[in-house]
């Protein structure tokens, strides 16, 4: 999914909602799997306009339930202190993309079970509205797709409390495990493995049906299966960058001195002094020896070749720091968001008011290479 373009619907809650490209395959998929084969034979008789528009509708109330999943995590981890870049539907469903993680257990548990929950509680809800529109002989087309979105929600539901990581019922494993031993990491690899093995198992499904039943109906098992089993391994591998992120400090990483450029410096000279014999693509701009702001390559672009002997790094910094001063004490993976290519890119260390150095998304590659290259 990482490598493929999504795009930008709007916020919600003031979280930005996104599609990604490969949903567009799984939305068709659908949409033609309930016009052409389970509403003709849930409701015959019906015109092939009826199938089509029962079939569209669907799908579109199922990804809408998928986000609605997807908002229910969201919004209780920012009510616990956890920032949410944005919620993405894709191919296998939806997924809300933290900055951070959980710091304590309890909040992941809580933050685990909002999403199956929700869709728990849709799928009751759809039942029941079918249920009334049935006593009171509505159109039986609108009773069908109210039945298929309970059962399909209670399917969603139900499958993400298996109990295996980065299912829902694997984050609230962890969350169990994390509670007991005290050790996130270990309560990771622990949920991992059970992930590991929910995806084998799921492949192992599919490869039966297909030997044994001939039957190519389970092929989804498979590829979520795989699709789990290395998200699952992916992780743990993540989590233990982190954890090793967690001990190291900003002050022990960071550039020092920090390379300043002065704010009346032009562009011209700073292109040829800096961007191309420098060793950073953003470098922090000083005024009177006051950081005022924090010029890169992408600022420069945006002013014409010709205009860039008479304009200064003052006029086309960003200004707005506020996000990017930390203190030495400050652990690499709390900066991380901050590192992002999208946002600020890098974060000044001060310490007692002076500028001590800075620390680039380079700087934080370099430990973790370093690290792997001295793992035995």
């Not at 909040?107 to 049935?134: D, K, N, Q, Y």
């Not at 707005?320 to 890119?345: F, H, K, N, W």
């Amino acid at each position: 999914m990482s490598n493929l373009p999504s795009i930008r619907l709007g916020t919600l809650f003031g979280i930005p909602v996104e599609i990604n490209v490969s949903w567009f395959v799984i939305f068709l998929l659908v949409a033609v799997t309930l016009t052409t084969g389970y509403f003709p034979q849930q409701l015959e008789g019906r015109s092939n306009l009826t199938y089509a528009i029962m079939g569209i509708v669907t799908t579109l109330a199922f990804f809408a339930s998928v986000l609605i999943h997807e908002f229910a995590h969201s919004l209780v981890a920012r009510a616990g202190g956890l920032r949410i870049a944005r919620v993405t539907l894709f191919i296998f469903g939806g997924v809300s993309q933290m900055e951070d993680e959980p710091r304590r257990p309890g909040l992941e548990f809580v933050m685990a079970s909002a999403g199956p929950g929700t869709s728990i509680l849709l799928a009751a809800m759809f039942f029941l509205a079918g249920e009334a529109l049935f006593l009171f002989q509505a159109e039986a087309s609108i009773i069908v797709v109210l039945d298929y979105l309970a059962v399909i929600n209670l399917s969603v539901g139900v499958f993400n409390l298996l109990p295996g990581f980065p299912l829902d019922g694997g984050r609230i494993l962890r969350a169990v495990l994390w509670a007991i031993t005290g050790d996130m990491l270990k309560a990771t690899r622990w949920a991992s493995r059970m992930g590991q093995l929910i995806g084998v198992a799921l492949i192992s499904v599919a490869v039966i049906g297909v030997l044994l039943y001939q039957t190519f109906d389970l092929i989804w098992f498979a590829v979520m299966g795989w699709f789990i089993s290395g998200l699952a391994t992916t992780a743990y591998q993540q989590q233990v960058v982190k954890s090793r992120l967690a001990q190291v400090s900003v002050a022990q990483i960071m550039s020092a001195p920090a390379v300043v450029v002065s704010a009346d410096l032009t562009l011209e000279d700073m292109a040829h002094s800096y961007f191309l014999g420098g060793r950073h693509s953003r470098y922090p701009v000083v005024a009177d020896g006051t950081v005022v702001g924090l010029v890169d390559i992408k600022a420069a672009q945006k002013v014409r070749r010709d205009d860039w002997p008479v304009t200064t790094v003052a006029d086309v910094a960003y200004k707005d720091l506020s996000c990017v001063y930390v203190g030495p004490e400050t652990t690499v993976d709390s900066i991380l968001p901050q590192l992002d290519p999208m946002r600020a890119g890098v974060v000044f260390v001060v310490d007692g008011g002076r500028l001590s150095g800075i620390v680039s998304r380079a700087d934080v590659i370099r430990l973790i290479s370093d690290d792997g290259d001295s793992t035995p």
